[in-house]
T-cell receptor, first 110, second 116 residues
Framework: DAKTTQPNSMESNEEEPVHLPCNHS???????IHWYRQLPSQGPEYVIH???SNVNNRMASLAIAEDRKSSTLILHRATLRDAAVYYC???????????FGTGTRLTIIP | DTAVSQTPKYLVTQMGNDKSIKCEQN?????MYWYKQDSKKFLKIMFS???????INETVPNRFSPKSPDKAHLNLHINSLELGDSAVYFC???????????????FGDGTRLSIL
């Protein structure tokens, strides 16, 4: 499985944008980039996914580098409820499982 | 309505016992999964079923046996519980299976299993 690298932790002020980076230099052409997050005492929650183009949904935006070796999850206006561990995961079209890494623990400062 | 529900939420039992965890999804999804999150918070897939057929079995001891009576349910039975089985177990579901790589998985809130 292609690996992802994320910072262990990040902090952001409430109501400011947050940019969560993910490196995936060994990504293959058929790997989709998925982001999940896990709030305290809850199961993981799907956030967004993409292949090549930038993606937007009601939760976040996903910016994918042109060479696809990195991506950034953007929370446009962080709230206290966005404090969670964020996981960047590559899913190969031929594979059938989510492989979670250690993720980035995001702390929101009021 | 809860999309993926697991019961029980907490399970405390003694070593050597046999226990089951139930999972139900009301999303109409074809594929269901079991994940284990250990004390270091690593999440790892254990099993997945697609339309009641086992498609992933990730080097899990034989003491763990999933059972899918229909595509809306995937239960996990654990025999002869050991101390190392203490963890949070998450059930999840997705539509058409992750092989399509563009279908999100929906997770339950977990079952916290503690072995005394």
């Amino acid at each position: 499985d292609a690996k992802t690298t994320q910072p262990n932790s990040m902090e952001s002020n409430e109501e400011e944008p947050v940019h969560l980076p993910c490196n995936h230099s060994t990504i293959s052409g058929t790997d989709y980039i998925h982001w999940y997050r896990q709030l305290p005492s809850q199961g993981p929650e799907y956030v967004i996914h993409g292949l090549t183009s930038n993606v937007n949904n009601r939760m976040a935006s996903l910016a994918i580098a042109e060479d696809r070796k990195s991506s950034t999850l953007i929370l446009h206006r962080a709230t206290l409820r966005d404090a969670a561990v964020y996981y960047c995961i590559l899913i190969d079209f031929g594979n059938e499982k989510l492989t979670f890494g250690t993720g980035t623990r995001l702390t929101i400062i009021p | 309505d809860t999309a993926v529900s697991q019961t029980p939420k907490y399970l405390v039992t003694q070593m050597g016992n046999d226990k089951s965890i139930k999972c139900e999804q009301n999303l109409g999804h074809d594929t269901m999964y079991w994940y284990k999150q250990d004390s270091k918070k690593f999440l790892k897939i254990m099993f997945s079923y697609n339309n009641k057929e086992l498609i992933i079995n990730e080097t899990v001891p034989n003491r763990f046996s999933p059972k899918s009576p229909d595509k809306a349910h995937l239960n996990l039975h654990i025999n002869s519980l050991e101390l190392g089985d203490s963890a949070v177990y998450f059930c999840a579901s997705s539509q058409e299976g992750p092989a399509y790589s563009n279908q999100p998985q929906h997770f339950g809130d977990g079952t916290r299993l503690s072995i005394l």
